[in-house]
């Protein structure tokens, strides 16, 4: 009895440290924050069409109206990342039969016309975001965010960061989830 | 001359505050609320950081955006009630009481408490040392210390 007594802290920082390491392992990033709004429906967003692009704008109405698994891309064009997860964004609204929505956050629509031109635009709606009030809306902390919402319009997943190498795999992942 | 202007501006040069004018309310008390309440939300950006210091995008869109809800007559609750629907309890640095953080809020305390119990336990179980009444040297013991005190401690 006293032996095991002996033995009890060493159990406990084992337990402690296995904690840690789970925690650190396996793609579990410390830093990412769950959002609030999964399992919850879109929150109330209207914004207009960017200037220059012939897409329609974006409200909540619009996206509880489109069928199917839908893809909502918040991007930028000062954003790096954006532009190197363009074309698998792309290649998913293609092949994937998604439907892809896009909110441009905190751009000039002359700058976020240029870059769809430049890179096309598989969006087939788009809000204009400038002052980052929609952005606030769904609880980003940046940009590239993606948020995949189910065909009754719940989001169920939110992807911080660009859809490419890992991160495509685990966002692949997180698709086939919502698609079951 | 380049050496003083430098010191010269050097000198001038105020901490970086993240508020940054154009931010701050005509209304003192006002902005002095729109200052307590930022300074109890996280940074989503850099995390460890409020937004009142935080010179993230983000950080200075709510800060804004906490200002405009003051003047619109928001109530602090109200403000961290509207922060906490869209970014969770992890904007707050001092987390809410509820059932999900009972743990962060007692563990401390049951810690200490089994500690303290632990500790309690293991003195009443040690074998008392017998107390000796007796502060008088013995005979013996005299003879010893005499000896001890003629030899030459001096080296």
Redesign the interface.
């Known amino acids: 009895m006293k032996r095991l007594l002996f033995a009890l802290p060493l159990v406990v920082a084992m337990i402690i440290g296995g904690f840690a390491i789970w925690g650190l392992s396996g793609g579990r990033d410390p ?1 990412s ?4 709004f999964i399992s919850k429906p879109v ?1 109330q967003i209207d914004l207009a069409a960017i200037e220059g692009v012939e897409r329609p704008g974006l409200s909540t109405a619009d996206i509880n109206d489109m069928d199917g698994i839908k893809l909502l891309n918040f991007f930028a064009s000062w954003c790096g990342p954006c532009r190197a997860e363009h074309p698998n964004l792309t290649r998913l609204g293609q092949e994937e039969g998604v439907t892809l929505i896009g909110i441009n956050y ?1 751009d000039k629509p002359e700058a976020a016309a240029k870059w769809l031109e430049e890179l096309g635009n598989p969006y087939v709606a788009l809000g204009s975001d400038y ?3 929609g ?8 940009v590239p965010e993606t948020f995949i919402i189910d065909a009754d319009g719940i989001i169920r997943h939110r992807f911080a960061g660009p859809v490419v190498g890992d991160g495509l795999r685990r966002f692949l992942e997180a698709l086939d989830e919502v698609r079951q | 001359m380049i050496r003083a202007a430098a010191l010269a501006l050097a000198l001038l040069a105020s901490p970086a505050w993240a508020v940054e004018p154009d931010e701050i309310l005509d209304d003192p008390v006002l902005e002095e609320r729109a200052r307590a309440i930022s300074a109890n939300v996280r940074c ?2 850099c ?1 460890n950081e409020p937004i009142d210091s935080s010179d ?3 950080a200075r ?2 800060r804004i ?1 906490i200002r405009e809800r003051l003047v619109a007559g928001d109530s602090d609750q109200e403000i961290f009630d509207f922060l ?5 309890d ?1 904007v707050l640095f001092k987390p809410p009481f509820k059932p999900s953080t009972y743990a962060l809020w007692f563990g401390p305390f049951i810690i200490l408490f089994i500690g303290g119990a632990a500790v309690a336990v293991s003195l009443a179980r040690r074998p008392r040392a017998p107390v000796k009444n007796d502060l008088q040297l013995s005979a013996e013991e005299e003879a010893d210390l005499a000896k001890l005190m003629k030899e030459d401690t001096s080296l």
């Open positions: 830093s924050l769950p959002s609030e929150p905190k002052s980052g009030r952005g606030i809306e769904l609880g980003i902390s940046g | 989503v950006v995390q993230a995008g983000v869109d709510l955006l906490v629907v869209r970014y969770g992890f």
